[in-house]
C-alpha cells in the first residue's frame, strides 16, 4: 500500500510540480537498508546549527564537503565519507543488536522532517526529492503528525510497524 502511494506521490509532484525552499539539505539513498543513516544526516544537514553540529566533527566536514552539492553527489559522497563510516561502526559495536546486510528485505524505513521557510518537509532519500507538506501553521509537531496520519496511517491503518520519534 505504501509502495502505490509513493507512486501516486510522485505523479501528483511530477504534473503539479511544489515549492522547494533554497534552504533544504536533502541526498539520495544508494545503499540499501541504509534509510536510519540518511534520516540522521538529513535532520542534521538542516539542522546543525540549532543542534551545535561542531565543523571539525565527521558530521561537521560532511556537511561542509557536501554544501551546494546536488542530492545525487550528497548520496555519493556518503559513500566516501570515512570519518562518518569510523564513527557508525564504533558506536554500532555498543549496540545490541547486529546491523542488517544491505541488501536485507527489511519491513521498516526511516524518513526525517524538518521546517524550512516555514513549511514541512519529508525528507526521504528513497523518494524523488523533498517532499513539501505545506506550512506548519505556527505548530511544526502537529502539522508533522497531521502529515504522518495523512500520508502513512491513513494509508495502512493495520501497519503496527510504525513509530514516531521527536
Known amino acids: 500500500q505504501q509502495h502505490a502511494a509513493k507512486q501516486a506521490q510522485t505523479g501528483r509532484i511530477a504534473t503539479a510540480g511544489q515549492h522547494i525552499s533554497p534552504k533544504v539539505r536533502y541526498m539520495k539513498q544508494y545503499v540499501g537498508n541504509a534509510c536510519g543513516t540518511i534520516a540522521a544526516c538529513h535532520c542534521m544537514m538542516n539542522n546543525a546549527q540549532v543542534l551545535g553540529v561542531r565543523s571539525d566533527s565527521p558530521v561537521g566536514k560532511f556537511i561542509t564537503a557536501t554544501a ?95 513509530n514516531m520519534m521527536a
Not at 139 to 148: E, G, P, R, S, Y
Open 68 to 162: 551546494g552539492q546536488g542530492p545525487e553527489a550528497a548520496g555519493e559522497a556518503l559513500a566516501d565519507a570515512n570519518d562518518l563510516h569510523s564513527a557508525s561502526e564504533t558506536i554500532a559495536q555498543g549496540g545490541q543488536t547486529a546491523a542488517p546486510n544491505a541488501e536485507a528485505n527489511m519491513d521498516h524505513h526511516f524518513v526525517c522532517f524538518v521546517e524550512a521557510d516555514g513549511d514541512v518537509y519529508e525528507l526521504d532519500g528513497a523518494k524523488c526529492g523533498p517532499i513539501n507538506h505545506g506550512p506548519v501553521d505556527g505548530n511544526f509537531l502537529l502539522k508533522t503528525a497531521q502529515v504522518i496520519k495523512k500520508e502513512f496511517i491513513d494509508i495502512d491503518p493495520g501497519n503496527i510497524h510504525f
